[in-house]
């Protein structure tokens, strides 16, 4: 097929796109915290008012109080419990007995190995019994005689 005349489109002119200047953004800056540390000389320390002046061992008076003694009281450890040093350091650590751990170990062991294998068995009884329920939905649609819906 040949043409008689060549085709004209119609010709859609836009006018100029505004010149528009750029987008100026200021650098983000932050205000650092920051504190000048305040110098007291000792000899300037003064005690509050009221407060008695201590001597300290070497012949200074001094405003501090003294400490009382405070004795640190171990907590109660049950008479089966077994005491372990911990190495390297002065502190000991109470732990229950080899009953009570094996006792607490098989609980937990049991109680994974119970869930996995029943979330096992659920996604096969699933993927078993799914074909049959849908065979049977059928089967009551079709007697039923409404149209089927998936």
Do not use: C, H
Not at 20 to 40: F, H, K
Request: proline fraction near 17%; charged fraction near 15%.
């Amino acid at each position: 097929m040949e043409w008689e005349a060549i085709p004209v489109f119609p010709l859609l002119e836009l006018p100029e796109a505004p010149n528009l200047p750029g987008p100026i953004l200021e650098v983000p800056q932050a205000d650092l915290p920051s504190y000048r540390p305040l110098v007291v000389p000792p000899n300037m320390l003064k005690p509050p008012p009221g407060v008695p002046k201590v001597k300290t061992p070497n012949g200074n008076q001094s405003n501090q109080q003294s400490k009382p003694k405070t004795t640190l009281t171990k907590p109660y450890v049950p008479p089966e419990a077994q005491i372990i040093t911990v190495p390297f350091t002065d502190i000991e650590v109470p732990m229950p007995t080899n009953t009570i751990m094996t006792t607490a170990a098989t609980t937990a062991f049991i109680s994974v190995a119970a869930t996995l294998l029943g979330q096992s068995l659920f996604k096969y009884l699933v993927m078993l019994f799914k074909p049959i329920i849908k065979q049977a939905w059928s089967k009551l649609q079709k007697k039923k005689g409404s149209p089927k819906t998936s």
